[in-house]
């Protein structure tokens, strides 16, 4: 297939976009012109998905994974949001030829904090944040395209994505394995955890993310659209990931309790659609190999 994947110079773009060469499919990296990491094997296409878009080329499938993603930062700056993450989708979708399979990449924020655990895809979406909501809008934006006959769609929604390809590790510190492994590193003094660190989220490598958009690129034909939620499903609490950071990298891990703070305490995902549709399974997801080949990425880096 001939293949187009936006955002390719990002985490799991690159994953993706390196997974797809692997595979054998022809692939072009949709990048703005400041930011040209792609894999190897990925032709470099430059274009900005907050102007009208002009493509050359008429592709087979899309991944689409150009977003902001940070969800406190949404709250701060919801307009940028939903201008970079349905207003960018509309564009790329106009600026398509030929009826390709659109992969598009979503969050497990559209859900909120359901009750039900773990989360179906049949769970109503009630996202609680600017950045869930914009991605829930994105989504909608395809689903009425892909209804037109235009397009095929597959919506990927992912949960927690962590671990390395090609020495490349999670860039947002923000997140718990990366300001875990930041403290093992001696680059913060202390892990800040709200209240006793019993909350439970999963973990899903990367690289098996990426394999999810590499299944899903036939799972699309015109007029039809699919949704399928994407993660490992095992339930691991935040003070279990540090302790298996601790026995990875040999390094304590001190950890300042805060008061707590209103959170769930469990979000897992329900991934048995796509297993079933798609024969999809994580294979690189336990927590040994995904903080494993984190920090050996951190450690690259300096």
Not at 49 to 75: G, I, K, M, Q, W
Not at 233 to 242: A, I, L, P, W
Request: negative net charge; charged residues 20%; contains cysteine.
């Amino acid at each position: 297939m001939r293949v187009l994947v936006t955002g390719a110079s990002g985490y799991v773009g690159y994953a993706v976009g390196r997974r797809l060469v692997a595979a054998g499919h022809e692939v072009d990296g949709l990048v703005r012109a400041h930011d040209r990491t792609l894999p190897f094997g990925v032709r470099l296409v430059v274009g900005d998905l907050l102007a009208p878009l002009e493509l050359d080329e008429a592709y087979d499938a899309v991944c689409h994974l150009a977003a902001l993603t940070r969800v406190r930062e949404s709250f701060t700056e919801p307009l940028r949001f939903f201008t970079a993450n349905v207003q960018g989708t509309v564009h790329l979708l106009d600026a398509l030829k030929g009826t390709p399979t659109v992969v598009f990449g979503s969050t497990a924020a559209v859900y909120g904090t359901p009750e039900t655990q773990p989360i179906p895809e049949t769970q109503p979406p009630a996202p609680s944040s600017p950045y869930g909501t914009s991605k829930l809008a994105a989504e909608e934006v395809v689903r009425y395209q892909a209804a037109t006959g235009r397009i095929g769609a597959v919506v990927l929604r992912t949960f927690n994505v962590s671990g390395s390809v090609d020495g490349r590790g999670d860039p947002d510190p923000t997140r718990l394995i990366p300001r875990a492994l930041a403290v093992a590193a001696g680059q913060a003094p202390h892990l800040e955890v709200n209240g006793d660190g019993a909350a439970v989220r999963e973990y899903l490598h990367v690289d098996d993310l990426a394999r999810a958009y590499e299944a899903a690129l036939a799972a699309g034909t015109p007029g039809t659209h699919r949704t399928y939620n994407v993660g490992s499903g095992v339930g691991t609490s935040v003070m279990e990931v540090v302790m298996a950071v601790e026995a990875v990298t040999g390094r304590d891990v001190p950890v300042v309790h805060r008061p707590p703070s209103p959170e769930p305490p469990v979000l897992l995902c329900d991934a048995a659609a796509i297993r079933r549709d798609l024969g999809w399974e994580p294979a690189r997801s336990g927590l040994t190999e995904i903080i494993g080949g984190a920090w050996e990425a951190l450690r690259a880096r300096g």
